[in-house]
């Protein structure tokens, strides 16, 4: 899962960028990167590490211009750890494109061959975003003919790129002297908004992954990019739209409002804190039919983002609420830390217990998903040490079994605590005196009853019905490999000139 994000104004856009990275930084800690797109130069600088220290003030200087796009990235199924993986992405052909995706490519070893024998365009990663990246200048080239980008050729190029891609993706490209162009999966699997800013200059334009970064930084929310559409908005603040594939079934990722997205954000209609509320309210279903109420004698969120639901299961079921684990802000998000020995190393440094509020009772614990199952086990061995009688775990997400293929870090089924176990296996594995898990139809419905539009949803971790009808048991092995890179330095500095004639 990565954030991106895209930015037409009137005035220099580096901070803005970086501004809303940093209010994105929740979606990826691996690597952040900014291209900025000044009179006839494309200027970048990419690397590893959260964005306050990929960036210095001498990077910042240079990267110029009042058009730009951001990313901030952690590595999805397989992915490399070097720095050229970092986002955005450059190509110098046709017209000049930098480029950032948010999202996994389901075909994308079958598009980087036919990239080579067919589109005669050389890729040299193994990135699913570099061959989109491929793609959509290949498409470019052959939709303008010869002649100058406008406004029909770019939506041509994107219909064409539907055509071809399958999988999960939302991108944002600046195309060299014209403008710059968003776009969605068909089946609107990753989110992406609009937001716009009324200014003495006139209108500036941004889109984003998530509404929070628009919000925070003063732009009003205009509404989100539906599946499939493109929205191109020139140098001079024209937006122009146009949705560029056949229908087909919208299903957002569900994961969004069990995890991802920050609290404060609307996906598709629906707040995701409002989302979080809900599903405690029906997990809350689910603890009264398994257990004792009596027996419980405080409920206590895993933080932070079970907290909703922690709060709104305790106010349902009339029990105490309380907070006994205490989180380290500095400490990254273990779910989306690559590596196993990382995410066990980091637990205990990133909570800590208040053992007055464990001492002698029976504790619920609500968090919002079990994975791996990792991050589980040692919170109730932490329960057991701080002086818990009894340690209860429910877990506002049903039981993930299944691989995700659309840009979630679960390479492989047998990393899954739930494939092949039953909940009172899983509970045993853990070290709980008990588990509770949602029902799937629940966790659905709490997106559902608020926005009744929302029909189906991309929730395959759960179900192993992937949306994209592509998915093959073939393909999930393929998926889980890893794709080998050579490791490089911290970070990359990158002034990119063209000439007039060049756009």
């Known amino acids: ?9 009137h005035s220099p856009v580096n901070q803005l960028i970086y501004d809303g990275l940093l209010l994105l930084q929740h979606r990826g800690q691996d690597a952040a990167g900014i291209a900025t797109f000044d009179g006839n130069h494309f200027n970048m600088y990419k690397g590893h590490g959260l964005v306050r220290d990929v960036f210095r003030t001498r990077n910042m200087r240079a990267l110029p211009g009042f058009t730009g796009i951001g990313q901030v990235r952690y590595p999805t199924a397989g ?48 990135s699913d975003s570099e061959v989109l990246l491929n793609i959509l200048a290949h498409e470019l080239q052959r939709a303008a003919n010869g002649v100058s980008l406008d406004e029909t050729a770019i939506f041509k190029a994107v219909r064409a790129v539907h055509d071809r891609v399958r999988g999960a993706y939302a991108v944002v490209t600046q195309i060299a002297g014209y403008g710059l162009l968003a776009f969605r999966d068909p089946h609107g699997i990753r989110p992406l908004c609009l937001g716009s800013l009324e200014t003495p200059s006139g209108k500036e334009w941004m889109v984003a992954s998530e509404s929070v970064a628009l919000e925070g930084l003063g732009f009003s929310f205009e509404r989100d990019v539906l599946p499939g559409e493109a929205i191109f908005i020139s140098l001079d603040g024209k937006l122009s739209h146009q949705v560029c594939s056949e229908p087909k079934i919208h299903a957002p990722c569900i994961f969004e409002y069990v995890y991802f997205a920050r609290p404060d954000s609307a996906i598709e209609g629906v707040s995701v ?45 009339n029990l105490e609420y309380r907070e006994g684990l205490i989180k380290n802000r500095y400490i990254g998000r273990t779910f989306i ?51 818990a009688n009894k340690v209860y775990l429910a877990s506002a997400a049903p039981p993930v079994r299944f691989q995700n293929v659309y840009g979630i870090d679960m390479p492989t089924q047998q990393e899954l605590i739930a494939n092949g176990r039953d909940v009172d296996e ?51 092995l393929q998926i889980a490999q890893p794709r080998e890179e050579t490791p490089s330095g911290n970070g990359l500095q990158i002034n990119l000139g063209f000439a007039a004639n060049d756009f």
């Open 1 to 9: 899962m990565c954030g991106i994000i895209g930015v037409v104004a």
């Open 79 to 126: 992915s490399s750890q070097s720095v050229e993986q970092a986002q955005p992405f450059y190509v110098n052909a046709p017209f000049g494109l930098t480029f950032a995706h948010n999202g996994n490519l389901t075909n994308w070893r079958e598009l980087k061959d036919e990239l080579f024998r067919i589109d005669q365009r050389h890729i040299n990663t193994n």
């Open 273 to 317: 804190y409002g989302a979080r509320l809900r599903m405690g309210e029906y997990l809350a279903e689910q603890v009264a039919r398994a257990l004792p109420l009596g027996d419980i004698d405080v409920v206590m969120p895993i933080p932070d983002s079970s907290r909703p639901a922690a709060m709104q299961l305790a106010k349902h079921l």
């Open 337 to 387: 830390m690559p590596g196993q020995a990382v995410r066990k190393k980091s637990v205990r440094q990133k909570l800590n217990t208040i053992g007055a509020e464990f001492h002698g009772k029976n504790v619920l614990l609500v968090d919002d998903s079990i994975v791996r199952g990792t991050t589980s086990r040692q919170i109730v061995d932490m329960a057991r040490e701080a002086g």
């Open 426 to 476: 899983i509970a045993h594995i853990i070290g709980a005196d008990a588990l509770i898990y949602q029902n799937i139809d629940d966790m659905e419905n709490s997106v559902r009853d608020l926005n009744p539009a929302l029909k189906t949803f991309e929730s395959a971790c759960f179900t192993g019905d992937y949306i994209t009808g592509d998915i093959t048991p073939e393909l999930l």
